[in-house]
């Protein structure tokens, strides 16, 4: 399978615990997102990196919130002291870039993984 | 704010009929135009996409339309087949140096045998 993949699929913690996602992106993907979905949303963008440096981050990351990418390639996410508001499925996605270039005339697709759905007591 | 809005929450389709899914937005600065799907349990996956110099997509039998000016966008589907039953999610991102991808709150399309 060389599809985006995320661990674990579920997690349930209790309020004031951290947790840690992990997403493996498509190997050879230079780019990666995070997006949080609550229910009844769709996908909203979190963060994301070019290679290992992160390049934005949008207001919904609080300072609770930090996400890695080391070496290019994995990348964590992690929530510390969650809140019952936290409660979401976490989306990764990657996608590969020509570096230099400017993407005109074309939109390079994001490929998803199947998501780490939080559940906060 | 919705810069991005699907005001259909959901859709029922008989087989082998037209879906036409719609999608309004307010930010002039998007320059691409995307249709994601979803399956239960999986990640959205890209469906098609439109640049906004062009005024129609088409892959197989999935049209994009684009109206520009009332910045308005339909997804059609033609003909309709059952595995076509998922949540359609409207996006958009700007070009540039990089591809914030901007979603809709997503239409549930049921495909009816």
């Known amino acids: 399978d060389t599809g985006v993949s995320q661990d674990p699929r579920h997690k349930i913690t209790k309020r004031g615990q951290n947790v840690t996602f992990r997403c493996d992106p498509i190997?050879?993907?230079?780019?990666l997102y995070w997006y949080r979905q609550t229910l009844g949303q769709g996908p909203e963008f979190l963060t994301y990196?070019?290679?290992?440096?992160?390049?934005?981050k949008s207001r919904l990351l609080s300072d609770r919130f930090s996400a890695e990418r080391p070496k290019g390639s994995f990348s964590t996410l992690e929530i510390q002291r969650t809140e019952q508001g936290d409660s979401a499925m976490y989306l990764c996605?990657?996608?590969?870039?020509?570096?230099?270039?400017?993407?005109?005339?074309?939109?390079?697709?994001?490929?998803f993984g199947p998501g780490t759905r939080l559940t906060v007591l | 704010d919705q810069q991005v809005k699907q005001n259909s929450p959901s859709l029922s389709v008989q087989e082998g009929r037209i879906s036409i899914l719609n999608c309004d937005y307010t930010?002039?600065?998007?320059?691409?135009f995307l249709w994601y799907k979803k399956y239960p349990a999986e990640g959205p996956t890209f469906l098609i996409s439109i640049s906004s110099i062009k005024d129609k997509n088409e892959d197989g039998r999935f049209t994009v339309f684009l109206n520009k000016s009332a910045k308005h966008l339909s997804l059609h589907i033609v003909p309709s087949q059952p595995g076509d039953s998922a949540v359609y999610f409207c996006a958009a991102a700007p070009s540039g140096g990089y591809q914030k991808v901007t979603f809709g709150i997503g239409t549930k399309l049921q495909v009816i045998p």
């Open positions: 930010n002039s600065m998007f320059d691409y």
């Open positions: 990196f070019q290679n290992e440096a992160q390049l934005e």
């Open positions: 190997s050879e993907h230079n780019r």
């Open positions: 996605a990657s996608s590969l870039e020509q570096l230099g270039q400017y993407n005109l005339g074309s939109y390079n697709e994001q490929f």
